[in-house]
């Protein structure tokens, strides 16, 4: 995992998260899930083009029970955007990285005044 990824547990889910003045893409994921796999390295290549404009996590989903609970999270893997500490966008599954990239850019285009 690339140091542009933040990883997330149940302990500091409200910090990084809910209280995050960007928006914060979650990639809900276990280690022995496949899918997840595949996806993984989108999640990073989206870290870094958004760093600085989105803050990209993962967590773990059989080490932070509570926080995939709290979300009702009952497939993998499953990314939320989250903005102002509420859910605006989700997906479900293995999914191509320019949909995770339209995902991202309709949250970041409402939050930023100029885009180059």
Known sequence: MNDKIVV???QNWDLEVLQSKDPVLVDFWAEW???CRMIAPLVEALAEEYAGRVKVGKLDVDGSPEVAGRYDIRSIPTLLVFKGGQVVEQRVG???KAELARLVDRHVAAGVSAQG
């Open 8 to 10: 997330l547990n149940d």
């Open 33 to 35: 899930c496949a899918p």
């Open 94 to 96: 293995a999914v191509p």
